[in-house]
């Protein structure tokens, strides 16, 4: 019994280049338009200052509480 594979040249992106070689191109999709689409690069710039944020005051913090900056280590 043998199986068959599809043969590449029923692909309707295939190009044979001039030495005879076959390019497969991939399939490329549609471009999709979001309505509510956020800026990644502001959301990710807040986000980066609240966690600094967050961090500092926690630094502050444990520095208050125990005379230390990392606690254990400094």
Known sequence: MTTTTPSLTTKKNLVVTEYGKQNMFP???PM????NYTNYPEQAEKSNGRWAMIGFISLILSYLFT???IPGVF
């Open 27 to 29: 399939y490329e999709a």
């Open 32 to 35: 999709q338009l979001q309505e």
């Open 67 to 69: 005379g230390q900056v």
